[in-house]
Structure formats: C-alpha cells, structure tokens
C-alpha cells in the first residue's frame, strides 16, 4: 500500500462513520507562540479542543505535515523523523473512548481497511498520575475488542498523556496502537515496552479532558474531545512488511540518489548506512520547511536556527560519506528529486523548488566552507587528544575551531564522540562568556559578571542564580549560563536556549523567581571539590577556571533548597532583600543563545 492509498482510505472510512475532511494547515503555526513548528495534527485544531465550535462539525479528519525536532539525536534509527504526516480524527465533544477505541479497532483489523492480523497488535494505556486514576475503561474497551491482556501494558504520564503541545493548553491521557515488527511477539507476556524492542506505535487517541492553564493548572474541559495521530510513515512501512521507514517509497529514492552520489552500498556498514539516513531525512525535512507557503529561510532564531542545524546536520553527514560538495551541490538534487516524487501529494514542492534549491545551495557554500576547515583542524588535533589518558578535549580548543573557523560545537562534540572522546562544555562555556564578554566594546571584563560589590550589584547576583534555576526549571535542563553583566540598575542573562520564549514562559520564570525572594532563603557557601559540588547537584558550567577546591553557594536549605552553583561570590545574605523581579526583555543574543534583562525594584 503506499501513502496515497493509506490517506484515501483513512479519510473514506472516517467520512463513512460521519467525519468532514478539512485541509492541513502549514508546517509554520500562525498566531501560536507556544511552538516553533506544527508538531501534530491537533495543532491548528487547539481553539476548538478548547470549546469553539468548528464550522466544519463536531466530527472531522484530516491529514497533516508535521516536524518535530526534539528526537533529532535519534534520527538515524530505523523508526525516528523529524518531518512525518499524520493522520488524525476528531470528536468536538462528540464520541469519547468507546467511540474512538472501536473506530480506531476497526479501520486496524477490518479486511476491508487495513486488515492488519489482531496477533500483531498491543495497545498502551495510562496508568494513573496526578490525581487521575488509571484508564481502566479504555483497557475494557481494548479487551472487549479482542486484544488479550498480556498485550495491554499500563504505562504512566511519561508515557501515556499527552500534551500540551506547548507549555499550556489542551491536554489528556491517551491510549496507544502498536504493532510487531518481529515474527510474533517473544513471548506470552511481551507486550508493548517489551525489552525485545520490536513493538513499533502506529497510532495514538488522545482523550482531551483537561487544559492546563498559564499557571500550570489541569482545569476539566467542558466539552471532552478526541485527538487521534496515525503515522503515515509508520503504517506503511508495516503494511509492505517492512521494519523501517527507510525501506519504504519515502526514502527509497532518496537513497538512490545518495548511493550513485556516495558509492556507499546501502546495507553494507551500519554506520555509512546511518549517516545516509540522516542526510536523506533531513533533506526531506527541509525541504519541506522551504516548501511551505510560511517558509522560513536558515537563520540564527527560531524555526530558522531549526532549519539552519538540520541543514548543517545532514551535510555533515554527506561529508562522512565522501559526499563534499565538490561534484555539486549536495542537497538541492535530494529537494528536486523529493519535489518530483511527491508532485501529486504535495505541490508545493514543486511549486516552489527554484526557492527551495537556491536557499538550499547558498546554505550549503557557506557551511561546506566551514566545515572543511573546521575537520581538518580536529584531525590535525586528534592524534595529540588520543593521547590524553581522560580522553576529553580541552574546551578552550573546541572554543578555538568555533572562533577561529566558525566550527558549531555540537559538531565538535559529535567529532569527538566519533572518536571516544567527549569535550569539556564547562571551560567551552567559559571561554565562549570570557570573549562575549571582551568582545562588547566598551564594557569591560567583569569578573563572574559583576561590576562591583556594591548592595545593588549583590542582590542582582544573587537573582542571577534564581533566574538560572527558574530557567531550568521552566525551559529545561539544556539551559545552561553563557554570560551576564551586572550594574546597579539591572541584570542581563545569557543562556542558552534554541528558540525565544513564550509569553507564558517569561511569566512562570518570573514567578517562580518572586516566589523564591518572598520565602527569604537564606544564602549560605561551603568550600569543596569540584567532584564533591557536582555530587552534590551544584551547577558547575560557569566561572573562572575552576580550582581543585571551589566554593558553592546554595540558596535555601534542606528542603527548602532551590539553587546551589559553583560561583564565586559574593552574594546577597537572604533573598528577602531582593526586592520585586521583573524580566523586561527576551531577546536573541547570538546563534542558540538568548538574553534576558531584568530589574529588581
Ligand atoms: N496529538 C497526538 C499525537 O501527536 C495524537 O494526535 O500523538
């Protein structure tokens, strides 16, 4: 079966059980600043999960082009995607679980659908978190249908819930379709999760119930909706009985084209095979960005910096495969080729291909250039890093290919892994603030970030360490201190962080940061070695080049600790002096890194 057959049946039997067909919408969301890319079918719809009415009815499919971005390290494997379409259907407060489960059972198993045998099928289902008991009805459902259940694997929040797809909106457990990619599942009790790895998901049904709220609350949707996401990709490489979506009309081409480029033998070493891989998907994908009608060109912000890493990944990879630009650009014959396949499901292409091929190529020079230099100064590096017994690389060299030839460190670091060594991000850190910092005329170096020790100069540094915090707390881990400067008038923080903040994050940060300057926490330092501050959960990016013994600064203690950092010093004695925290600006500093400015009044 290929995928126009897959999304013509999909959209008949939906349209025979009562749905309308409304249109995909654009990879690029409009008027959500919560998401950078449309990451799933229920995107667009969210105004309608949310209770308006949709003029299209309470019952609606569709198709629609999707990027997610967040699995890019895994993109490689036989399974993973940055660009997929998805198939979804939709009830606006109409059928709930019962309708969804038997619906989703039917188009599966039923001959005159997919027709897919009940053996090779095991399902998911929430097991109960946040006050929300496990999803007992649905597992009925599934059991009723005829799916035993020793191929009904209960699974928590991490699992099986689903959204929002930014920090707030609408959310629900879900309820998950899997199929075997082996033979027959391993054993009686080898359902989905099973460590044998062969349980692939093809679909999802979502029960919207709730939304979360900007101050992170589940408040109960009053009119209950279901968002379903059938993988395109997925399901017809299981319906042509293959294991990977590799194997399948979506990349078949493209590998083609790679191996004629290449001379690489697709099949032959797993790890070329990989990099073909990539390169093909991330060709796809972006492609696909520049195709769309809300394209956006590679950049240092936003979905651009998205497009500009994916664009720079699969280079990277071309390379590896002896594939480096100088038989021709490497990328737009990958668009042209993708654009011709695909002229009858997706003309925008097509439409769009001269565009699409001179973004493609101007990118393309630019990094080739850089990539070139940037690999031919590792590899006269390496033989001197192979013979560092701790089999790490200096920061300050990684930060010398970044400054000197432009080279990204995520490709220094992926250099690095390729060879057994892993770089020292902490000094890169360092050395990347130090020029930061000399390189902004006319301000100086400030040692840590501070000016002076004045009153004012300490609490802001102390609310330096709360933001750090919040900001992890709020974005994530990745979030890491690349710089700040301090007056006495106010804080500027940069850190890095791939995209700009929403409104909502801005907003929880700076509650979060309030909340801790009303608990009045004490600040409290203790001296140890850097293993021990690391041990002891401190974060450990920033500073002058660590001594065997460092100071770490906690804010609160015991349980309610909320901050510790290797910093030098000196800080405010409590945060109850600070004062009120207001963020007034977000904004981009440089590539992958954005700076906040702040005042406490
Ligand atoms: N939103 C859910 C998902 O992406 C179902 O469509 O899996």
Redesign the pocket.
Known sequence: MTASELRRKYITFFESKGHARIQGKSLLPDNDPTVLFT????HPLVPYLLGQEHPAGQRLVNSQKCIRTGDIESVGDPSHLTFFE?L?NWSLGDYFKEGAIEMSFEFLTDPRWLGIPVEKLGVTVFSGELGIPRDDESAAIWRRLGIPENRIAYLPRADNW??PAGSAGPCGP?TEMFYYTGDAPCGPECKPGCACGKWLEIW???FMQYNKNSAGEYEPLARKCV???MGVERVVAILNGKASVYETEFFAGLLKAVEAASGHVYGTDEDRDSSARILCEHARASTFILGDPRAVSPSNVGAGYVLRRLLRRALRHASKLGIDGSGGPVLSPLARLLAEETRDDWPELGENIERIAEELDREEKKFLETLQKGEREFEKLLPGLMKNPRRVMSGRLAFKLYDTYGFPVELTEELARENGLSVDSAEFDEAFRKHQETSRAGVGVFKGGLVDSGDAALRYHTATHLLHQALRQVLGTHVAQKGSNITAERMRFDFAHPAPMTETEIASVQAIVNEQIARDLPVSHQSMSLDAAKESGAIALFGEKYEDVVKVYSIGEGESLFAREVCGGPHAPSTGALGKFTIQKEQSSSAGVRRIRAVLE
């Open positions: 990451t799933a079918g229920m998805m979804g689903w959204g879900d999802n049904n979502v968002d379903t996401g």
